[in-house]
């Protein structure tokens, strides 16, 4: 049997409890672009496993974008920051959390099919290997600050691989 909770606006708690004992709960969810014109734009939230299992994010989608990916920073021989999409997904350890943030593991949305606006949200559905989908309403704050400020990035130049 499953239970779902959904978060509204990012500011309360999304929880899902199945069946594995996987319990996920996201915390300060939030989506950037760095403007009207933007082709690109992320999503950054707190992922909490209170379960005894080890989960794994899979997959992320959203009808703000023509492809969602799960993406990390890496940095390269050459010292550049590059960003990859996440081969196999992200773990999330049982009993802990995972950040995705700014700088570091994000769901990415590429080829925006909508202008991102302060204030707005997007339905964002995350689907874990245990836990299974679970839709969040991610508000857009183009003026958070703090971390790298992923929403300026000139994604284009960027190196996207698996």
Same mark, same amino acid.
């Given at each position: 049997?499953?239970? &779902? ?6 500011? /309360? ?5 199945? $069946? ?13 672009? /760095? +403007? ?24 992320? &989608? $959203? ?12 940095? +390269? ?15 999330? $350890?049982?009993?802990? /959390? ?5 700088? +570091? ?5 590429? +080829?925006?099919?909508?202008?991102? @606006?302060?204030? !707005? ?9 245990? $836990?299974? @989908?679970?839709?969040? @309403? ?9 971390? !790298? ?6 994604? /284009?130049? !960027?190196?996207?691989?698996?």
């Amino acid at each position: 049997m499953t239970f &779902r909770t959904f978060a509204l606006a990012g500011l /309360s708690t999304l929880a899902l409890t199945s $069946a594995a004992w996987a319990e996920i709960m996201i915390h300060d969810a939030y989506a950037r672009s /760095s +403007g009207p014109t933007a082709m690109a734009g992320a999503a950054f939230m707190e992922i909490k496993n209170t379960g005894d299992e080890d989960d794994r994010l899979i997959a992320a &989608r $959203a009808d703000v974008a023509k492809r969602v990916e799960l993406h990390t920073h890496i940095e +390269g021989a050459d010292g550049v920051m590059k960003m990859r999409e996440v081969d196999g997904g992200i773990v999330v $350890a049982a009993g802990e /959390s995972h950040l995705l943030q700014r700088g +570091g593991d994000h769901v990415m949305f590429m +080829g925006l099919t909508t202008t991102f @606006e302060q204030g !707005m949200t997007i339905p964002v559905t995350l689907v874990f290997e245990k $836990a299974g @989908e679970i839709t969040v @309403e991610v508000p857009v704050d183009l003026e958070r600050q703090g971390g !790298m400020d992923h929403g300026s990035m000139d994604h /284009s130049k !960027m190196k996207h691989s698996n």
